[in-house]
């Protein structure tokens, strides 16, 4: 699938301000610094739409990338940074738990986890709720290029027993650095959007 038409539509502090729901939306969720940003970026073939960062905690808005007014990419402020005020994590969580909740036009769920780390208690209370709610339960497992190749069965095996994947097929090893995967996970979006 090609992309002409790349905008970053809306960015959402609040559910006031979200996007009609006119169009479908594919959404990208895990852990703070994990990559999501760096993903749609890579995967728009855009160095610098989305805002990342090497410190966690980058995103705290709900931004919708627009494709071609066809769908939307949706970035999501990640979860399970240690390193915030209660108060401010209380409202990332709520922003994020708000959309993936109420939001109609909501077609699939990606989650994001990083392939060199067991995935954490939180990761799979959100995969058990992406799978509860009827969403495939596709994983990118992100930082590929800071393992070796031999290491790769060890640590998708990690991952799927962590979470009780019993696909290996669901999960995507990729790399924002070396685009490993960008063209099998594009096909995956385009079957999404043409479904
Ligand atoms: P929050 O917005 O804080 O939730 O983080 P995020 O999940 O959007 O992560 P972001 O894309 O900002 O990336 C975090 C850091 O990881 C940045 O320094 C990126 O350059 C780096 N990074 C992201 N993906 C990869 C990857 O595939 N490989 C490597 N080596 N670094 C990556
Ligand atoms: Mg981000």
Redesign the pocket.
Known sequence: MKFKEIELEQVAGFKSQWPDESIEEIAFV?R???????FINAFLGRKNLAR???K????RTINFYNIDNKFRLVDL??YGYAKVSKAEKAKWDKLINEYLHDRENLKEVFL?VDIRHEPTNLDLQMYNWIIESGFTGFIIA?????ISRNQLHKHIKQIMKKLDVADEGLIFA????TGHNIGVINEQVEVIVNS
């Open positions: 895990g703070s610094n994990v990559g999501k940003s760096s990342t960062s090497s966690p905690g980058k995103t402020p990640g994001l992100t930082k590929y290029d800071k990729y790399s924002s650095e």
